[in-house]
């Protein structure tokens, strides 16, 4: 099991690693994408001309996936943080693709709002949820 800390001990903690929160999910962060356009070795990657430009594998890519990245805050009754939750994780409380979610926003951008209002409630609905500190 991992060592349990509060909010206020994790800012103070040096060390990286696993740890248990017990926080209170207060929201997303505001202004911030749910996603960002990654290369496929996962790092986000800006438009250049026709295609992508990686700073990862250091030249251009011509396609693009849309990853999963949502901020959220949180508190306890020590402090508040900014919890940052990727793909997988976010994958599995909205049980959609990232690429599916990018898609049917396309469509309808109300879709993405409608998919971020059930997020909270997919959250709550696990008894336990854990992040890595880097
Ligand atoms: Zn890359």
Not at 118 to 131: D, G, K
Request: glycine share 4%.
């Amino acid at each position: 099991m991992h060592p349990k800390k509060t909010l206020a001990q994790l800012h103070d903690t040096p060390e990286d690693g696993t740890f248990v929160v017990y926080a209170t999910f207060n929201g997303f962060v505001d202004g911030e994408d749910c996603w960002y356009p990654a290369c496929k070795c996962h790092r986000s990657v800006a438009p250049d001309s026709e295609a992508y430009y990686c700073k990862g594998c250091v030249k251009n890519v011509f396609q693009m996936v849309p990853r999963y990245r949502v901020k959220i805050n949180v508190s306890d009754a020590t402090s508040v943080a900014v919890f940052v939750m990727f793909a997988g994780d976010v994958q599995n409380i909205l049980n959609l693709s990232c690429s599916s979610l990018v898609s049917a926003s396309k469509v309808c951008s109300c879709l993405l709002w409608l998919l971020l209002c059930i997020f909270p409630y997919r959250l709550l609905q696990l008894p336990v949820y854990y992040f890595s500190v880097f």
